[in-house]
């Protein structure tokens, strides 16, 4: 049986990757999380009571006790998600944000280097697109050049950089995956489609930044499980690949779309459901990836339509209010991003 060590493993694509793992009843995975504010509780999740799983409340600052349960369960493969990830919040207070991101990403490749007779296949470091900067109308491939402009993109640049130092140092097995924005189940609700889903639902108009004309590409979560998992799976060429949809869109049409989609295209007047909002500082206009390689290297593609998962975001959040109310009490949609004291 192969030992999945997940980090960060309460978090939104981590709460789904886990329960799209277990559906092989020949992995046993292992997750740690701090439970931070933006944090699934155990309860809420498909796979709490799953035998194949196992959860550790651990900080990963704490290089003691991250080392302790590397060594303790030695797995085959780990996947680190361990992250804050609000581009506003880091903004807001980004000493605690960079410290807290990249100094768990270093805690967990000491730990691994130092535990001299672990059986670690590889370690696969989840990163973002955000890294590359403001792409303008250039897809982004493997080896460009890096350019954060935020604090958060800052702080995944810098824990990108930690694990190329150390597979070139010391001979460690990673990959780096620098994904497009995800969406699905799970998604903490201060992020945007849940922010437009749940706006929608309460009757409440959707905030969109500036004049809504930054682009995205956007992947559901699934699909992005489904490219890890390959990436465990297959014997890989390269150490770093861009996992991305090619659905690009402006956050205007973004919203537009899922209005149409939630009203089941009877919306005439979309002014009723929108409110343009100060935009954030150092907002980047694009983030396109080119993901050719890991289509071409291992076969990985995109298999879930956008309308289709965006009705099924969309009936997960009305069936679960009780996951909606807890997160609201941790984050009591209040605007972030603009505390530049």
Sequence with gaps: ????????????????????????????????????????????TEHHKNKNFKF????????????????????????????????????????????????????????????KHNKIKKIIHISTDEVYGDNYNIPRKENDIYC????????????????????????????????????????FTEKFIPTIILNLLNQKKIPIYGDGKNIREWIYVDD????????????????????????????????????????????????NHIVFVKDRPGHDTKYLVNSNRIRREIGWKTRFNFEKSIKETIEWYKENPRWIKNTYNNYKNQRQGLNLK
């Design 148 to 187: 954060p402009n935020s604090p958060y993109s800052a702080s995944k640049a810098s824990s990108d950089y930690m694990c190329n130092a150390y597979k070139k140092t010391f001979g460690m097995p990673i990959i780096i995956l620098n994904s497009c924005n995800n969406y699905g189940p799970y998604q």
């Design 224 to 271: 992005y499980s489904l490219a890890i998992k390959k990436l465990i799976n297959c014997n890989t060429k390269y150490d770093q690949y861009n996992i991305g949809s090619n659905l690009r869109l402006s956050n205007l049409d973004l919203v537009k779309k899922i209005i149409n989609i939630f009203f089941n295209n009877k919306v005439k007047n979309y002014k």
């Design 1 to 44: 049986m192969k030992t999945i060590l997940v980090t960060g493993s309460s978090g939104f694509i981590a709460t789904n990757f886990i329960k799209y793992l277990l559906a092989n009843r020949k992995v046993k995975v292992i997750g740690i999380d701090k439970v931070g504010y933006a944090s699934t509780p155990l309860n809420f």
């Design 56 to 115: 550790k409340k651990i900080d990963m600052c704490n290089y003691e006790k991250i080392y302790k349960h590397v060594k303790l369960y030695n797995p085959d493969i780990i996947v680190n998600m361990a992250a804050d990830s609000h581009v506003d919040k880091s903004i807001d207070t980004p000493i605690p944000f960079i410290k807290n991101n990249v100094l768990s990403t270093l805690n967990l490749l000491e730990a691994v280097r130092k535990n």
